[in-house]
């Protein structure tokens, strides 16, 4: 396979969330101003749809619907429709952020993710939650159908391809997985390898699940983020994605990234390839050669990468797999003339 | 040289509140002198002070976080700080603090010492300067303790690991302690019994009167003086044993090792430590998910702060006690890829409370983005001479420092903040 | 207000023992007073017999900077050490008499033994040497431990160690520390090998490519700002202290209306001999390391680095903004109260300086090297303290300043000459122990002056004295270990000097610096209240307990208890559950007390 990078767009500030419409003509993006944007691919043309009072920081276009619902940093979960350009519902859905939201894949359900990391012992292990940390929705009425307990801070949330499960994955490396129709946990997949706990400059926790995805068969499920550092601060871990079969007694981990691929960054955002033969990994690169790496489904090496430079928040294909999206951004530049310069960016690539 | 100061020796011996700690009775009719007290609570790597006393929502590189109104009328302070808003009415902020170096090590150093270096000399960091003014070298407690459970770091290592005191010398040095490593060396060997050490020590004091009577040295009577000091210090052990702190307060603290040793500090102080400077380590640095860190962060700071000013009022001490908290610099107004936020010292924030200063105020401010300060932008000097006439110090004092050139306690007689003192 | 920085003193002398306790260890005055006389006669033997003889031959080893134009020699070679020696105490006894000051008894034997270790070789002597040496009956033993010290390999490394701090000063600006290891090491081998010392500091000046190659380079590197660019300013106030012992730097800013000795243009002339230096590598990881090198450059500005100075044409150098007086000027390179050579385009301003400064008949540097050394074996220099020569600090003995310096100059600036003469004067081997009259300051040298052990010194005593495992790192005091970018990581001796690091900017010989941390260690730590391996291999050998007692004495204090403190010791012992309980408690109370810690 081969990945190239056709076009960029821009946008005011850090892209956090996206989705595309059907035909991938449209995107949708979720930004630190607030703004939920809709983006023309072919002209670049980006329109504010409606507006968050903190980060938005996820954005999901209902599948067959013309509804968007977005969440972000104020906590609230929103609903709007595309046809008639309004907000149809706002949802007060948690009292810190939503870390990220996920629509499952047959439309019907809507997660968010949330928690503060509070000290909670001499260690600074994370305090309980003291709210929900997962809250799962009906998405056509915004109804709570689930609220699940979880470890804050509950940072990663993924659907299973045939809508019936659910993941969450945390600041300590703990991913829980319920049943969506009952509503029971049935599994947890713990690694280690995600969370730093400092021993450099901090002592507490850093790091943790930041994306998850499941494999096309459902039978197993990925989860990536930065690995460990002696100093959380420095930001060098190594690009981390492991993979679990976390139906089989004990969630065994059985593939994680080849030692000598791995450059040291952050990785934001994990997905399949809708061929299923292989999947991306993206998010910021601190030293290495790539921010984007393509992995071969089955033996999990490295295929394929692209330095596109900058932080990657998500990535995301177009139906038929010809086209990569990555959303994100470049550090935030100085003023210019008293304007600063956007900072957000997508990246739209060809995969052929 | 040695000898100088012996004048001025008298008026600054005095006695805290708990007698038993001191070893010269003599003095204490000295008690009634006010016992001045000083906590710095040294948030190290440097917090972002958007996130705390200087937010700007809204702002493109604001950040996540509202702003929230507190008790003064007027001023806000970000929605972390819900208990800090609530006591807004005790602190006194600076919102334009605007210093030089960009890097730790320099700027740990200048805000410790309160100038830039001047080589080879170095002069004393403020804790070396309040444990020689406010201190007292009879006394068992330590008159520089410093607290710090993370005993790595980087720059912060560095600067632990040079020359704290400077000029005024080993005696003005900290007692380090904290964490799991506490004062190193304090405890009596496991397999030594009280007796064992009382008979050791009496030979010892046996042996070595032969000597110093003879030789008649300063030196040696410097030595034995240390080492009365630490047999005094061993007996105050016990002061530093967080576990023996009363665990409703443990509770308010901590759990945190910041917080409970922030409690250990008021402890201290309580009992009469004229200065105890509070660190974890640097966990501010936050170059990569500076959000995500100070949403844990500032939630520990809001609460230390907010327990030891309602504290220390509660006790009487708050009028006696300043309470610092302050980095090295403040952290940029605008966001990296990393989710991090870079050094940043050109304008910054720090709060006070207590001694000397008025309550509920804030001075100084910085541009809508919080760029530059906008208003009465103050340096390193200006602190330091805040500090000391805050603490009833003179702040322009001469050192008298035989074949040294001439320094001054706080150099180029700069100005305090005069906004803020009482 | 003047802030008053000694209030330690209050309680030191506060807690001055002044208790009437029995003399416990019998003087010896009158012997004392008879080995003086025997010492003083020898001496003005050697004196009348005195001839100079040949400077030494130069070592042949390859010179490490490019060879320069020295003046020839105008040495006439050196005189005997006791010739000196006689003449350092006639000159010593003629202000005692004149001030009616009485000396004090010569130091006994034991005394003796463990100032020469200490000031030579920087340790106390082993319990056997101290033993053997108390034991000889050679007149002569003094004579020849001084020889005998002056070979060991000790005796360049603790050399080195002073002399690393007066030239690569801790720097609480710079961001990496110098890697001090490699230039203690080039300068022991060159204590040891006894090179002429005018050599090792053109060799130094001079320094020139990689550090790794030429360790005196960190020299550059250490005088520098945060990120080991050197500093034309730093190298100028270092440079003009460790050889010339002025104070240069107090014009660095302007002229003093009171002080009519510096000019502001004597300080920038001679930092402009500085203004080319570079370390190519600085600014960048290993800046500080092995990596680093200091070059020669053409003009202006290499690709990498930068100059210690604004320097323009014909080596001047531009006083920069940071001055209070004639910011920009411009300032030819000159010699401090000296003419302005002829410097034109030649590529190196340094070998001028250089060479200026180690002439014989410069009138700073023979004096100031002769002063410091005096000021390391005496505790109190001619001139005091050494970096302040000024003519409102005038030596306390021009006369012996004078014969010290000329004598160091005429030998072919031979430092092991200059130990022989001044340890085999009586001024050296005297007591410490005042008599009456000669209490308080010790203006006039009338008894020999106590010293702190250095940290280096304190660390290679605790060794000696417990034969192994004293020093242990001090967990909390811990430094960086090794980093990428060349220099070595800390050893246990390293953390431990470290931690004792702890003398004051200014500090005397005599002034006590460590701390409360300091001493507890010395009191908690295991090794010094049990599991010594001197106590382990007492115990195995099982000798009789007053040897044993006797032995501990000698390891930490180098003398034999007197005999109440035998007594009290062997009470102590036999109070314990086991003899080896009672030896650790006996070596906890020697090494925690001011006799060990003290060089007297």
Redesign the interface.
């Known amino acids: 396979m081969k990945a190239e990078q056709v076009k960029t767009l821009k946008l005011p500030?850090?892209v956090l969330g996206l989705d595309r419409s059907a035909d991938a003509a449209h995107l949708y993006a979720a930004c630190?101003?607030g703004g939920i944007y809709q983006v023309n691919v072919s002209t670049g043309e980006a329109v504010v749809l409606t507006r968050h009072?903190?980060?938005a920081s996820g954005v999901c276009l209902v599948p067959e619907t013309s509804t968007l619902i977005s969440s972000g940093?104020d906590g609230v979960l929103q609903w709007y429709d595309l046809t008639t350009g309004k907000t149809i519902r706002k949802v007060s859905a948690h009292s810190?952020?939503s870390w990220q939201s996920a629509v499952s894949p047959d439309g019907k359900y809507f997660a968010s993710v949330t928690g503060?990391?509070?000290?909670?012992?001499?260690?600074?292990e994370p305090a309980p939650e003291t709210e929900p940390s997962v809250k799962l929705f009906d998405a056509g009425t915004g109804k709570t159908l689930h609220e699940f307990s979880h470890v804050p801070?509950v940072q990663a949330v993924a659907f299973s391809p045939d809508s019936q499960y659910l993941a969450a994955g945390n600041l300590m490396g703990e991913i829980r997985i319920w049943e969506v129709a009952t509503g029971k946990q049935i599994a947890t997949v713990t690694t280690p390898s995600l969370t730093s706990w400092?021993?450099?400059?901090?002592?507490?926790y850093?790091g943790g699940v930041y994306s998850l995805a499941f494999s096309p068969d459902g039978q197993s499920i990925l989860a990536c983020g930065i690995g460990q550092m002696r100093?959380?601060?420095?930001?060098n871990g190594r690009q981390t994605w492991q993979r679990f079969a976390w139906r089989k007694d004990g969630a065994p981990r059985i593939a994680e990234i080849n030692e000598g691929d791995a450059g040291g960054g952050?990785p934001e955002a994990i997905a399949f390839h809708p061929s299923g033969k292989f999947f991306v990994m993206a998010g910021?690169l601190?030293q290495g050669k790539w921010n984007t790496g393509f992995f071969g489904e089955s033996t999990g090496e490295l295929i394929h990468s692209l330095d596109t430079k900058?932080?990657l928040t998500k990535v995301l294909f177009n139906v038929d797999g010809t086209q990569m999206l990555l959303a994100?951004?470049?550090?935030?530049?100085?003023?210019k003339d008293g304007k600063?310069p956007d900072f957000g960016r997508i990246v739209v690539c060809n995969i052929a | 040289m040695f000898l100088k100061g012996l004048a001025s020796g008298a008026g600054a011996i005095s006695l805290g509140s708990f007698a038993g700690l001191f070893s010269m009775p003599a003095f204490a009719e000295q008690a009634k002198k006010e016992q001045k007290h000083c906590i710095l609570l040294w948030l190290c790597g440097a917090p972002s002070q958007f996130e705390t006393w200087d937010p700007k929502p809204g702002t493109l590189g604001g950040g996540p976080f509202r702003a929230i109104p507190t008790k003064v009328p007027g001023i806000q302070v970000s929605s972390l700080m819900p208990r800090c808003a609530s006591i807004m009415d005790k602190l006194a902020v600076v919102r334009s603090m605007s210093t030089k170096p960009s890097e730790h090590f320099q700027g740990i150093n200048l805000l410790n010492r309160g100038a830039e270096p001047r080589q080879p000399f170095v002069r004393p960091v403020l804790g070396s300067v309040l444990a020689q003014q406010l201190g007292h070298l009879d006394s068992a407690i330590p008159n520089f303790i410093l607290l710090d459970p993370c005993p790595e770091g980087n720059e912060f290592r560095e600067f632990k690991a040079g020359n704290m005191a400077g000029w005024l010398g080993a005696q003005y040095g900290p007692v380090r302690a904290g964490g799991s490593y506490g004062i190193p060396d304090i405890q009596r060997l496991a397999d030594m019994t009280v007796t064992d050490q009382a008979d050791r020590e009496a030979l010892r004091q046996f042996l070595v009167k032969k000597y110093e009577n003879d030789h008649k040295s300063a030196a040696a009577g410097s030595q034995n003086a240390a080492f009365e000091r630490v047999k005094g210090l061993m007996s105050c052990a016990s002061l530093f044993d967080i576990n023996r702190l009363p665990e409703a307060d443990r509770n308010k603290y901590g759990p945190g090792t910041f917080g409970t040793h922030a409690l250990l500090a008021r402890n201290l102080v309580e009992n009469g430590a004229p200065f105890v400077m509070v660190a974890n380590g640097m966990p501010w640095d936050c170059h990569i998910l500076n959000h995500e860190t100070h949403q844990m962060l500032v939630p520990e700071l809001d609460r230390v702060i907010y327990h030891l000013v309602t504290d220390l009022e509660e006790r009487g001490l708050l009028d006696k006690t300043l309470v610092i908290a302050m980095g090295e610099f403040g952290r940029s107004p605008w966001m990296n890829a990393s989710h991090g936020r870079e050094h940043y010292p050109t304008a910054w924030s720090l709060a006070m409370a207590g001694c000397g200063l008025k309550r509920g105020v804030v001075v100084g401010a910085t541009d809508p983005q919080g760029y530059e300060p906008i208003e009465k932008p103050f340096n390193e000097k200006n602190l330091f001479a805040t500090i000391f006439k805050a603490l009833g110090i003179d702040p322009y004092a001469e050192y008298d420092l035989p074949h040294l050139p001439t320094f001054h306690r706080v150099e180029d007689n700069a100005p305090v903040i005069n906004e803020i003192l009482a | 207000m003047k802030i008053f920085t000694h209030l330690a003193a209050v309680t030191a002398v506060g807690l001055a023992i002044a208790c009437g306790v029995e003399s416990v260890v019998q003087g010896a005055p009158a012997a004392n007073i008879r080995q003086q006389r025997k010492i003083q006669r020898q001496n003005a033997k050697a004196a009348a017999e005195a001839k100079p003889t040949p400077a030494p031959a130069q070592p042949k080893t390859a010179p490490t900077t490019a060879p320069v134009k020295v003046a020839p020699p105008i040495v006439s070679g050196r005189r005997e050490p006791m010739a000196i020696a006689a003449e350092i105490d006639r000159l010593i006894d003629e202000q005692l008499a004149a001030a009616k000051v009485p000396a004090s008894a010569m130091a006994d034997d034991g005394e003796f033994i463990r100032r020469a270790y200490l000031d030579i070789t920087g340790r106390v002597p082993s319990a056997s040497a101290v033993g053997s040496f108390l034991s000889t009956t050679d007149p002569a033993k003094r004579a020849r431990l001084i020889d005998e010290l002056l070979a060991a390999p000790q005796f360049g490394s603790s050399l080195a160690s002073i002399w690393r701090r007066v030239l690569v000063p801790p720097d609480a600006n710079q961001n990496k520390p110098p890697n001090y290891v490699a230039f203690e090491a080039w300068m022991a081998d060159r204590f040891n090998e006894n090179r002429p010392f005018d050599q090792t500091v053109r060799s130094l000046l001079m320094a020139e490519g990689p550090v790794a190659e030429s360790p005196q380079g960190i020299f550059y590197i250490a005088n520098a700002d945060a990120k080991s660019f050197p500093q034309a300013d730093i190298l100028t106030r270092t440079t003009s202290q460790a050889f010339m012992g002025v104070q240069l730097q107090c014009a660095q800013c302007h002229d003093h209306p009171f002080n009519t000795q510096w000019k502001q243009s004597d300080f920038w002339g001679m930092a402009a001999f500085f203004g080319r230096v570079q370390n190519v590598a600085a600014g960048g990881k290993g800046a500080a390391g092995g990596a680093s090198i200091i070059e020669k450059i053409q003009q202006n500005g290499a690709k990498k680095g930068k100059p210690a100075a604004k320097v323009v044409a014909n080596g001047s150098i531009i006083i920069p903004e940071e001055s209070f007086h004639n910011v920009g000027t411009v300032i030819p390179a000159k010699f401090p109260a000296g003419p302005q050579p002829s410097v034109g385009d030649v590529p190196q301003l340094r070998p001028a300086f250089a060479v200026w400064l180690t002439a014989p008949e410069n009138k700073y540097f023979g004096p100031c090297i002769a002063n410091r050394f005096w000021e390391h074996f005496m505790g109190r220099g001619i001139v005091n303290p050494v970096d302040d020569f000024n003519p409102d600090n005038k030596p306390s003995h021009p006369e012996l300043l004078a014969a010290l310096s000329r004598e160091f100059v005429q030998s072919g600036f031979d430092i092991k000459h200059l130990v022989r003469c001044i340890c085999n004067s009586c001024a050296y081997q005297r007591s410490s122990v005042p008599v009456e009259g000669n209490k308080g300051e010790n203006n006039f040298f009338a008894r020999m002056e106590i010293k702190v052990l250095s940290p280096e010194a304190l660390a290679d005593s605790l060794e000696v004295a417990l034969e192994g495992r004293a020093v242990m790192p001090a967990a909390a005091m811990m430094r960086p270990a090794a980093k990428k970018g060349g220099y070595p990581a800390n050893t246990p001796r390293d953390h431990f000097v470290n931690f004792f690091n702890t003398k004051e900017e200014g500090a005397e010989a005599g002034d006590y610096s460590y701390g409360i941390p300091q001493a507890l260690m010395l009191m908690n730590q295991v090794q010094f209240n049990n599991g010594a391996a001197v106590v382990d291999r007492l115990v195995k050998t099982a000798p009789p307990r007053e040897r044993v007692v006797e032995q501990l004495y000698l390891a930490t204090l180098s003398r034999k208890p007197a005999a109440e403190e035998m007594k009290q010791s062997l009470a102590y012992i036999l109070k314990q559950r086991t003899p080896r309980d009672g030896y650790n408690g006996l070596l906890w109370t020697l090494v925690n007390r001011s006799e060990f810690v003290l060089n007297h």
């Open positions: 500030t850090m630190m101003d009072d903190s980060f940093y810190f952020w503060q990391y509070l000290a909670g012992g001499p260690k600074y801070s400092g021993i450099i400059k901090v002592h507490a850093q100093d959380p601060n420095s930001g952050h910021r601190a900058g932080r994100g951004g470049v550090g935030q530049p100085k003023a600063y």
